[in-house]
Nanobody, 121 residues
């Protein structure tokens, strides 16, 4: 089994910054893509950013230039640096990873439990 645990959420004022972290543990042979998604009340879960094992990144238009995704492959971690936060960034942020648990096994998608980010004055 694989577990993803996020941390770093909280309450921040508009214009402020937060850094989210996610660590994957358990039966892991390799991790392909990792990413961050978010879900605001009454809305569907949406992609924020993702990053391939080689480091190529992809961002939603609404976070371009404000958020930066990075990863530490040796530690099975992914990060999301969020700057210039806006009230509309308020949501539960989820970590996602595409994991190969054992050599020659197929890949599985795993999700973290989520961390709340609230942007408010």
């Amino acid at each position: 089994q694989v577990q993803l645990v996020e941390s770093g959420g909280g309450l921040v004022q508009p214009g402020g910054s937060l850094r989210l972290s996610c660590v994957a543990s358990g039966s892991i042979y390799s991790i392909n893509a990792m990413g961050w998604y978010r879900q605001a009340p009454g809305k569907q879960r949406e992609l924020v950013a993702d990053i391939a094992s080689g480091g190529s990144t992809n961002y939603a238009d609404y976070v371009q230039g404000r958020f930066t995704i990075s990863r530490d492959n040796a530690k099975n971690m992914v990060f999301l640096q969020m700057n210039s936060l806006k009230p509309e960034d308020t949501a539960v942020y989820y970590c996602k990873a595409l994991v190969r648990p054992r050599i020659r096994s197929i890949e599985y998608i795993y999700w973290g439990q989520g961390t709340q980010v609230t942007v408010s004055s």
